[in-house]
């Protein structure tokens, strides 16, 4: 083993970022067996196979980091601290919803977290994690913005306009690339003239690192020290994170673009039981121990469905609330 | 009450704006060093600094997208576009970003933004350079849209603007840049968002217009009142919200309503103006409505031929006379 856990993190942090990937996991198949039985509708993009990256770069942000995502974010924002059951509410429509049902699942959005957001424009966000980056430095704020895309965003005007901006206007960043190889059912290198994504900053003197996106405290160890970076130098930084979704790109997706062998060579790093390995190994935990965060990631998966289920539908005249003020 | 043009009452908005409240940021291409392509932002730099005044490249959809994030992160920014044809760049940010976010995230964040930005046709600039957008913006809900025509409204609608929770496009017009009026000095004179104004009384018909069309009308209105023609001229002042009940009372009192805009045709604000008018004012109506219009064509270079392409002061005049000879 490389190095020993207990090096890196305490016990308690290391059991939390385990628990926040298995509830991540345990939300994103149940949100699938929902999309099936025709409770969530419309498009429905889930995150399993990528937990380590949320989980790992949300730890190491401070609790009041900016974190901006696309349309894969229920695990940011559940990680962040969402309240599982208002995730659900907002995939169910429902009036409990997070955004009260209006933002549905590309679209979760929570102030009191910092959490500024899922677009569903790819690359539309990372403009706008400048901007509020831009707004904490003029405020004299410590904080950064985390901002979270995927490998099809990088060829997007926005990608190259928020970095060249961010660099020139010294903002404190940092963006966060999940590479899971595939925009929708184009593979990187079909897209991407330079399909190493981290090397694609040196055009705006920004810095850069790979990590691999499977491990979640290879995936910590390098925020932490990216995200400081910028926090002390007030400047962006990228870390593109090397990373595997196993479903298709939405529910509407089967990805028979990839082939059985190379998601079976993905599913098996996964980063779930790969963590629990090294967790007993170490002896931070015991498989009883496990099972029981197992068994409380479904209990609260289940509850938030219920709760899902029997909250009301929103009421005719909120179409007309929260466009203006 | 002094007078002054159109574009330094802008610059006194935003001077005021910015000395009463420090989160008022504004940034745009070639705002600060340079002081504005059309000088708006002149003198803004040298009082609030290279903190609150900024240049940017240029990236027009960045521009607004980091207007956003900035708004949402407790700022009050003006962004300036350079033009309203480069705001087509921007569409992305401002449609399905600016105009979306609150009513997405289910009201839990508001944009107190503004995106200033000239337009319009009349300088030979040809077809890229002198388009009449203000339909794209009223057409989306989310945005406020804002067309001053004269230097007071200028003025007062651009501070209202900037104290506004909600994002502004705010379309100002390269034409009108120089011309002038009396502008209160009061730093707290606000013109409300949402409020047309009848800008002359009159009481055979109601012309409708906006930002240099309302100047084009009252000139028109005033070569027919020789001609006894007594025009009413109501000035829209913004596009969103449009205010109905001030040009359908107007249309109510003299059963006539000629619809002026600089926009294409087909489409174009006018006929959702007109069916607003037809709708409120049909028993009253003495004619059908009429709209006067920018042809639906690329616009040309040559002189000749773009003068044709724009309302002017005798095709208003014209559609009037038009409207009063027929027997309905």
Known sequence: MESTLRAILPDAALLKMYEQMVLSREFEEACAEQYTKGHITGFLHLYSGQEAVAVGATTALHRDDYILSAYREHAQAIIRGAEPRRVMAELFGKATGICKGKGGSMHLFDPALSFMGGYAIVGGQLPIAAGVAFAAKFRREERIAACFFGDGAVNQGTFHEALNWARLWELPVLYVCENNFYGIGTEVHRASALADIHKRTCGYDIPSARVDGMDVLAVFEQVKWAAEWVREQSRPYLVEAMTYRFRGHSMADPGKYRSAAEVELWKARDPIPNFARRLLAEGIASEAELAAILEKARATVAEAVKYAEESPWPEDDEVWKDIYV | ?328
């Open chain 2, 1 to 328: 009450m002094p007078e002054m043009t159109y574009r330094d009452a802008l610059n006194l908005a935003l001077k005021e704006e910015m000395r009463r409240d420090p989160s008022v940021v504004t940034w745009g291409e070639d705002v600060a060093l340079y002081e504005g392509s059309f000088k708006v932002t002149r003198g803004l730099l040298a009082e609030f600094g290279e903190e609150r005044v900024k240049d940017t490249p240029i990236s027009e959809n960045t521009i607004v997208g980091v207007a956003i994030g900035a708004a949402m992160g407790g700022l009050r920014p003006v962004a300036e576009l350079m033009t309203v044809n480069f705001a087509l760049l921007a569409m992305d940010q401002l449609v399905n970003h600016m105009a979306k976010i609150s009513s997405m995230f289910g009201g839990q964040v508001h944009l107190p933004m503004v995106v200033r930005t000239p337009g319009g046709g009349g300088s030979q600039l040809a077809a890229q350079h002198s388009q009449s957008l203000e339909t794209y913006f009223m057409h989306c809900p989310g945005i406020r849209v804002a067309v001053p025509a004269t230097p007071a409204d200028a003025k007062g609608l651009l501070k209202s603007a900037i104290r506004d929770n909600n994002p502004v496009v705010f379309l100002e017009h390269e034409l009108l840049y120089n011309s002038k009026g009396e502008v209160p000095e009061d730093p707290e004179f606000l013109v409300p968002l949402g409020r047309a104004e009848v800008k002359r009384p009159g009481s055979d018909v109601t012309i409708v217009a906006y930002s240099r069309m309302t100047v084009l009308a009252l000139q028109a209105a005033a070569e027919l009142e020789k001609e006894q023609i007594s025009c009413e001229v109501v000035d829209l002042r913004t596009l969103s919200p449009l205010d109905d009940a001030t040009f359908i009372a107007s249309v109510q009192k003299t059963g006539r309503a000629v619809v002026v805009e600089e926009c294409w045709r087909t489409a174009g604000l006018g006929a959702e103006i007109a069916f607003r008018i037809h709708a409120g004012c049909f028993d009253t109506l003495r004619a059908p409505v009429q709209r006067v219009s920018g042809l639906d064509v690329p616009m040309p270079y040559s002189r000749k031929l773009e003068r044709l392409c724009i309302p002017q002061v005798e095709t208003i005049a014209a559609a009037v006379r038009e409207l009063l000879s027929k027997k309905y």
